[in-house]
């Protein structure tokens, strides 16, 4: 039950995002803007002479028409934009990295684990990683969201890159004989990837990225990698060291 909840949150980080943009498309425009004569602001003046003159003294916080006002304004929004980028960037590229081992050590688990607690694991941990995946490679889609970056499309458009130990491990347990010994090292190895996992998720929520969707994604799945360690967790001291 607490995994179906799981993958329906998953779904929902998602899906609401796209349903709360089509919502805001619905409400209707006024197609008639009022002149700015008539858009008065005390602290500039009655009309569009003292407003001018206003601009040109400069000092008051109001005086947004200044050259130099205008060029902070235009440039402190990029700069977050792009290192906001960044960081969605290289969250989906280690995240689905990660997913993509996890998802193999337990792919080879499903015909060799002999303990039906390690083999119920793998069947759990396959469902939820292509899940996983599966959201990831939606934020490719430029119309999927309403606040995806460049980078979270770039990075999810993009086959990850698997680092050379998590590469050797995979094709270990490609190698491995099933039974107890297997067991133990498969147990081992989803120990460490949750473990990487869940910095994963921690060091990116820290930033405080503005990217709605993936920062929903993440906070979901800290939660779940939580779980599944401590489930690792008891599966090792059953089976032993």
Not at 54 to 77: F, V
Not at 90 to 100: E, V
């Amino acid at each position: 039950m607490s995994r179906r909840l799981v993958i329906a949150g998953l779904m929902a980080a998602v899906a609401i995002p796209a349903f709360a943009q089509q919502q805001n498309q619905a409400i209707p425009q006024s197609t008639t803007p009022q002149p700015a004569e008539t858009q008065t602001n005390p602290a500039l003046g009655q009309n569009a002479q003292q407003r001018q003159q206003r601009t040109q003294q400069g000092g008051a916080p109001q005086d947004t028409q200044t050259p130099a006002r205008q060029g902070q304004a235009n440039s402190a929004p990029a700069a977050m934009g792009e290192a906001q980028s960044q960081a969605d960037r290289q969250y989906i590229q280690q995240a689905l990295a990660l997913g993509t081992v996890s998802l193999q050590q337990s792919n080879f688990a499903l015909s060799k684990a002999q303990n039906p607690r390690v083999k119920q694991f793998a069947e759990f941990e396959v469902g939820e990683q292509n899940l996983l995946a599966e959201i990831m490679h939606s934020f490719a889609d430029p119309n999927a969201t309403a606040s995806t970056t460049r980078g979270a499309q770039a990075a999810a458009s993009t086959a990850p890159e698997l680092p050379a130990k998590d590469a050797q491990a995979m094709e270990r347990l490609s190698k491995a004989e099933a039974g107890a010994a297997f067991d133990k090292d498969y147990v081992a190895l989803q120990i460490q990837g949750h473990q990487e996992l869940l910095k994963l998720q921690e060091s990116y929520l820290k930033q405080g990225s503005g990217n709605r969707e993936t920062t929903n994604v993440a906070k979901l799945a800290r939660g779940q990698i939580q779980e599944h360690l401590t489930m690792l967790q008891d599966m090792q001291k059953e089976l032993g060291r």
